[in-house]
């Protein structure tokens, strides 16, 4: 027995030393764990071949990836939502803060001038607010048959204040939307993978416009397309924002992953494009992540 302690405090410091992600008080079960280290992200000219292969005629006429490029970088440890936000947990943020419902007007979506879906399409995901009976507070009408998909119709702003809300009772770790690099990082590991769960497309994994069905999903559907750290929908579903500005001083963000009326090619991890940050679509959410401060 009075070896034990010896052992035990020489594999904590190795840990340690390796740069292992060492957090206290446990990992949280709503997060998975992402260690500090380098990652391949971005991708080679044998993966963007395979993108336009599988990845549509938009893509392949408006040459989408040609952009991306392969690099090595180093990214620090972090936590990450094993889930895409659902609407049932914006609910409870919207309750607790006042904060805006997942809304836009048919005007404002027109403005926004990237209309993918027609605005009809839009109303299965609109929330409603209305008095309550004792007109002291709102009563929130959410779409009752997707509480446990990915909530959208949300901004980076919107985004950023509910990461920032649910970190308000962790000490010693803060709470924000993840950098591109932490996204493509959590999707794709260390190895470059081109999705989470390998280098060949798999419609059972996702939820994307072949497979079905044409809208969003419960977070939870597809177990089999997790990340190799355990992050679900990471491909498929939606669109996910990150805190990383198309370039410094822009108000154009970075989205990451695909969405469910995507072809393959863009739901590789790699792939990437902007919105506006004040954008609102049925095809964006998002998901936060953690880091100790």
Same mark, same amino acid.
């Given at each position: ?9 020489? !594999? ?37 071949a ?18 991306e ?9 972090? &936590? !990450? ?6 609407? #049932? ?7 607790a803060?006042g904060?805006? @419902?997942?809304? !836009? ?12 879906h027609p ?6 995901y609109?929330w409603?607010?209305?008095?309550? #009976? ?5 009563? &929130? ?12 119709l ?32 959590a ?26 069905? &044409? ?22 579903? @939606?669109f ?8 410094p001083?822009s108000?154009?963000?970075i989205?990451k ?8 090619? !863009?739901?590789? #991890?790699a ?5 506006? #940050? ?16």
């Open positions: 027995m009075r070896y034990l302690l010896p052992i035990a405090l020489f !594999i904590f410091f190795s840990l340690a030393s390796c740069g292992a992600a060492l957090y206290l008080p446990e990992d949280p079960p709503d997060q998975v764990a992402v260690p500090a280290g380098a990652a391949w992200l971005g991708s080679d000219d044998n993966e963007k395979y993108g336009y292969q599988i990845g549509g005629e938009g893509a392949r006429s408006g040459r989408w990836f040609d952009s490029v392969k690099r090595r970088v180093y990214v620090n440890a972090f &936590h !990450i939502d094993k889930y895409p936000v659902t609407q #049932a947990d914006y609910l409870e943020f919207v309750e803060t904060h805006r @419902i997942p809304f !836009i007007s048919r005007e404002d979506y027109t403005k926004q001038g990237f209309l993918v605005y009809e399409e839009v109303l299965p609109l409603r607010s209305s008095k309550r #009976a004792n007109k002291s507070s709102l009563q &929130h009408f959410l779409p009752e048959t997707k509480l446990d998909h990915p909530v959208v949300v901004n980076v702003n919107d985004a950023l204040g509910y990461c920032k809300w649910r970190g308000l009772s962790e000490e010693g770790r803060e709470h924000s939307l993840p950098t591109e690099d932490e996204w493509e990082k999707a794709r590991s260390t190895d470059g993978r081109y999705f989470p769960w390998g280098d060949e497309w798999d419609d059972t994994r996702a939820n994307i416009w072949e497979s079905g069905p &044409h809208s969003t999903s419960p977070v939870a559907a597809h177990p089999d397309g997790a990340s190799p750290y355990g992050a679900s929908e990471m491909a498929g579903n @939606i996910e924002w990150t805190e990383t500005p198309l370039k001083g108000d154009r963000y989205l992953s695909c969405s469910w009326d995507d072809d393959p090619g !863009i739901c590789r #991890a792939a990437r494009h902007s919105r506006p #940050a004040a954008s609102r679509h049925i095809l964006i959410g998002f998901r936060c992540v953690a880091r100790k401060r």
